[in-house]
């Protein structure tokens, strides 16, 4: 038997490779298998680390998945070192602790959509 997968997904985001966008302790609500544009900060896995999910930006489509990128420039880990990545959701809004949902906004290289 199979398990439905919600269409939603909350994801604590850990580390600084997108900051200032996002910070290390935020809750990001994630729309999973949403349409995905560059720009749009997504859930997606690197190829060659099939078992780590990572919150990053959609730089553009490559090989059947995405380039993504940090919005952090000195935290590095995205596809210039770990290849293309299978994105599986767009993140729509952060619930950062402590502080009022903010929706996300265009980063460094604009255009995110909610």
Do not use: Y
Not at 82 to 106: E, F, M, Q, T
């Amino acid at each position: 038997m199979s398990r439905a997968v919600l269409p939603w997904q909350r994801v604590i985001v850990l580390g600084p490779s997108m900051v200032p966008t996002l910070r290390s302790g935020d809750a990001v609500l994630v729309r999973r298998h949403a349409p995905i544009a560059p720009g749009d900060v997504v859930l997606a896995t690197f190829r060659t680390l099939p078992d780590r999910m990572v919150i990053k930006r959609a730089v553009r489509p490559a090989g059947g998945g995405w380039e993504v990128a940090s919005d952090n420039p000195f935290a590095g880990g995205d596809s210039a070192v770990h290849g293309i990545a299978d994105v599986h959701g767009r993140a729509v809004l952060v619930l950062a602790r402590g502080w009022c949902p903010r929706r996300l906004s265009a980063g460094p290289l604009g255009g995110a959509r909610m």
